[in-house]
């Protein structure tokens, strides 16, 4: 299912809904600024990421500076502050996927898709993002497609899941 | 039979029992209990049963839990933070509790939090473990409805609320001050200590941060005993400890067996040995900061003391093993990169020495090393070793680094001298 249409311009200001959600998250939390990550995961699941301007309206909300809660969104592998496709795929580099073939792995995306990590398909169909060890290690190598969880890949069932995005 | 009491319950579909099975089985007799018991009583009989840390510090919990400042005068908010971050490569047991016994998790919560008297408890859960906090939320849910969790649990005059906080990820939220910055919604860089969390934690205020896999023990011990716990285990501390295995590997898995099952045990019965055609040349015995053990020592228990006397740590318990197609100077880049990654960035010998690290490691491995690039590696294991930086993330990673330089001397000098990798590059191909 393409959510292309659906998703609006990043420069759109965030919806009453969507604010209220984030106020809401804040109401629950016992200081503002600890909804942080809730709030810019609850933006980049309506966007697809998270940009300046809804950075800056998500800080006002928290009643934190824009730098702090950048501070924070920089940090972390999840919240993406840069487009992505329409589905992510994180792929692990971590140790026991390396023993098993995540190179292997890697290269096959990049024969497929023709993206290396860090890129997007021309067609915005997927980003591929290399990720941390994803607890996954007796099936490895392991990849997450958004929220979901694929192990034991190999070169069929691989591109077997990749169909099954569009 | 052998007593399993973390994976009793598991399903053969892998799906978690929902409160009334988990009821039918004996879940939420040990919290009755428990709300009789003296808090006290509870930390002292947890202290007597031995129960370590299984989060990688091997900490006794009894221990940790007296440190909290309990009694008149004491500030009356204390928190309890399950550490569910589990970024530490190669390990994967805490998901599994998560997923397939989420009410054994939300019972030992509450037991643990009446135990050190807090009111508030987070789950702090990795951001990638999505189907676990599906899973934790409903089970909480459930719970509610059956009066274990809110104000006055059972009529006892305990009151506790439980948050599931997804991370935002990043392997520094595992080490636990950083863990409650995070939680605080700040850039989660670790704190100086003193003073300890039991004294000035989450918001300032007394907290226990504990692993997933330790607390899970907690109804147990109360059920049950210390006595009974300290029988479990083949060596002087108490319980069952969840092994695994990856790599490989004719059956990579989890197991839940007593402390103290060696090494050789694990890998030959549990992992049924190597695939066809591969041979096990050393293991990281328990996620990517410990050190390598080499065959010679497979007859190693794996409790906490008998790791350390081979010169590693248990750690996780989950255990990688590297095989003899797989190049060791391969293997380190791999784990050093992940290490400069995940650097905080806060103090210098780890944000500007793990970077270095990684590019002389990368420079051996495609055939561009010196000799001298191994006195350099060698010093930074001594400048980033304990007491070197601010957190253990940096001491964590020379682990692997010291003892593949100790060990692999000979792989490492071959790269330099024959200037390629004598492995070459089958990183690309399916096996
Ligand atoms: C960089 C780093 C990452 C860590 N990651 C985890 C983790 O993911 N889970 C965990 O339980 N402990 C982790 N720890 C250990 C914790 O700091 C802490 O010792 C542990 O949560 C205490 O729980 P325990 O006493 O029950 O083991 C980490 C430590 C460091 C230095
Ligand atoms: S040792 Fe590394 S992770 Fe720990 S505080 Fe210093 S820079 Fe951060
Ligand atoms: S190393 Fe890839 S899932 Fe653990």
Redesign the pocket.
């Known amino acids: 299912m393409s959510t292309a249409e659906q998703t609006p311009a990043p420069d759109a200001p965030l919806e009453a809904a969507l604010r209220e959600d984030i106020i809401a998250l804040a109401h629950h939390a016992e200081y503002k600024r600890a909804a942080g990550t809730d709030a810019l995961k609850l933006v980049q699941k309506r966007f697809g990421y998270v940009s300046d301007r809804h950075l800056s309206e998500v800080a006002a909300l928290l009643e934190m500076t824009p730098a702090e809660l950048d501070a924070v969104a920089t940090f972390y592998n999840l919240i993406f502050r840069r487009p992505v496709g329409r589905h992510v795929i994180l792929l692990c580099d971590s140790v026991a996927c390396w023993v098993m073939g995540a190179g292997a792995a890697r290269a096959q995306i990049r024969d497929r898709l023709g993206i290396k990590p860090g890129e997007t398909t021309a067609d915005g169909r997927f980003t591929l993002l290399p990720i941390v060890c994803l607890g996954h290690c007796d099936h490895a190598p392991a990849m997450m497609v958004d929220d979901d969880q694929h192990g034991n890949l190999n070169a069929a069932t691989l591109d077997a899941i990749l169909e099954q995005y569009r | 039979m052998m007593d399993k009491p973390l994976t009793a319950l598991l399903q053969p579909n892998g799906m978690p029992l929902d409160i009334t099975g988990y009821e039918h089985a004996g879940g939420y007799q040990p919290l009755r209990k428990a709300l009789k018991m003296a808090p006290e009583a509870i930390i002292a009989e947890v202290k007597r049963s031995r129960l ?8 006794s ?1 009894g221990r ?1 839990w007296e440190a909290v400042p309990q009694g008149e005068g004491s500030p009356s908010q204390r928190y309890l933070v399950v ?6 490569p190669g390990s994967f047991k ?1 998901r599994l509790l998560f997923e397939q016994t989420p009410h054994q998790m939300i019972e030992a919560v509450i037991i643990s939090a009446f135990a050190i008297q807090a009111s508030i408890a987070y789950i702090f859960v990795r951001g990638e473990y999505v189907l676990s906090m599906e899973r934790l939320n409903r089970a909480a849910a459930e719970a509610k409805a059956r009066g274990y969790l809110g104000a006055n649990i059972l009529g006892s005059g305990f009151g506790l609320t439980i948050h599931v906080h997804a991370s935002g990820g990043r ?2 939220c ?3 001050s950083s ?1 409650l910055t995070a939680l605080e919604g700040r850039r989660p860089i670790p704190r100086s200590r003193p003073p300890r969390s039991a004294q000035s934690g989450l918001w300032g205020k007394p907290s226990v ?4 896999e ?2 899970c023990n907690v109804p147990h011990i109360v059920e049950r005993g210390a006595d009974w716990f300290l029988s479990l285990s083949l060596g002087a501390d108490g319980g069952t400890k969840l092994y695994g295995m990856s790599g490989r590997v004719k059956r990579p898995g989890l197991w839940e067996l007593p402390l103290g099952t060696t090494l050789v045990e694990l890998l030959e019965e549990h992992a049924g040995g190597m695939q066809e055609g591969y041979e096990c040349r050393a293991v990281l015995p328990g996620g990517a ?1 410990t050190s390598f053990i080499m065959r010679d020592d497979f007859d190693v228990a794996m409790d906490f003391t008998s790791v350390q006397r081979v010169g590693s740590s248990v750690g996780t318990g989950n255990i990688m093993v590297l095989d003899n197609r797989r190049c060791p100077v391969g293997m380190l880049r791999n784990l050093e990169h992940f290490f400069a990654q995940e650097s905080c960035g806060f103090c210098t010998p780890c944000r500007d020495g793990l970077p270095w690290v990684e590019r002389i490691l990368a420079a051996i491995e495609a055939g561009e090393g010196h000799m001298d690039d191994l006195d350099t590696l060698g010093r930074h294991v001594k400048f980033l070793g304990p007491n070197c930086t601010f ?3 940096a001491p ?1 990673a020379m682990q692997p680094l010291a003892s593949g330089l100790k060990y692999f001397r000979a792989e490492f000098e071959q790269h330099i001298r024959e200037k390629c990798c004598p492995w070459h590059d089958t990183e690309e191909h399916w096996a």
Request: aromatic share 6%; net charge negative.
């Open positions: 370590r840390g299984r989060g990688g510090g091997g900490f919990t940790k550490n569910g971050d589990e970024m530490e805490d392997y520094i595992g080490e636990s863990l941060v504990n692993n997933v330790t607390l900061s957190c253990d993330l964590g």
